[in-house]
């Protein structure tokens, strides 16, 4: 059984930051890609940040560049987002995903997801 638990998700102002992470459990995930996914109501849920586990390089979506940072703990099998100075806007449930393609932004090319977390940043 695959599984990704996220926590970490909460209220907080604008401007502030929030660290996310996401425990992987199941398989060894040294070959893929885990991302980051979020979804407003209402709307589509798009890609935040990637990172692949096999060299450890990061992307990113545009509006996210410079305020989100995603990392790894190998040993531990967990990834973080830290999220800085944030938006209303960033108002979103985040998913943790894992799947096999390197570099990938699309929702459809992973295989694993966890339940998400909420983050709601208040103006």
């Known amino acids: 059984q695959v599984q990704l638990v996220e926590s970490g998700g909460g209220l907080v102002q604008a401007g502030g930051s929030l660290r996310l992470s996401c425990v992987a459990s199941?398989?060894?995930?040294?070959?893929?890609?885990m991302a980051w996914f979020r979804q407003a109501p209402g709307k589509e849920r798009e890609f935040v940040a990637g990172i692949n586990w096999v060299d450890g390089s990061t992307y990113y979506a545009d509006s996210m560049k410079g305020r989100f940072t995603i990392s790894r703990d190998n040993a531990k099998n967990t990834v973080h987002l830290q999220m800085n100075s944030l938006k209303p806007e960033d108002t979103a449930v985040y998913y943790c995903a894992a799947g096999g393609l390197y570099g990938s932004r699309s929702s459809n090319d992973m295989d694993y997801w966890g339940k998400g977390t909420l983050v709601t940043v208040s103006s």
């Open positions: 199941g398989r060894t995930f040294s070959r893929y890609t």
